[in-house]
């Protein structure tokens, strides 16, 4: 009912969105990486974009197109995420729903990694990332609403709420990623909204309408 008409509730606000994967190279021809296809990202810097916000999307490598109507700087690493992340800085809002690597490698080789008959695998040191939320979260230009993602298997609203305490966040956008939900790459998603006063289950819904729900919400928010 706020939004009819074409209203946009955001113009004048800056948003950065993280979305996608990062790769972490191991050489210049291997990567760790998570499970992500940026599509829940993208869906809410679009979402933002449509309510008249000025949107920063930092994406890590996918294969969906950049959405319309947002600036993109691509990365790779976690690194150049955060990076690309504290350079967007001020913001009225930071949505991170980037699934970034935990960890990377150390001293990635600057040389393809040769298999050695005979010899054992090659051992992996890794270093652990930078968290950008958490970054965020307690930054000196810290955006009045710090959103992040937690992608769960188990006691879902518990470790969402964990999450919001230790990164500084307003709202915590749990998921049960199990994978007999097919969450991972589908397009429609199942979120619990937490916030510091509690806990709201959202249906199964497109990934679109969930990003359109969390813009309406944040536009309500920024109003306040
Ligand atoms: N996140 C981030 N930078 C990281 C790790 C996570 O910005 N290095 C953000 C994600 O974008 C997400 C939120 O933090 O918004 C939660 O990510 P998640 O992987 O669920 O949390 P972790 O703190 O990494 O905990 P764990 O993976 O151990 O569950
Ligand atoms: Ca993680």
Redesign the pocket.
Known sequence: ELLKGGQRPLAGRKAIV?SGPTHEPIDPVRYIANRSSGKQGHAIAAALAKLGAEVTLVSGPVTIPDPAGVRVVHVER?EEMRDAVLAALPADVAV?????A?WRVASAAGNKIKKKPGEAPPPLQLAE??????TIGHHPSRPKLVI?????TENVAE?GRA?LE??GADYILANDVSPATGIMGGDRNRVKLIGRNGVEDWPDMDKEDVAAKLAARIAEALSR
């Open positions: 993280t976690a991170m729903v980037a699934a970034v935990d990332n930078p968290d950008i939320l958490k992040g993602f937690a992608a769960e470790n999450k230790r990164k």
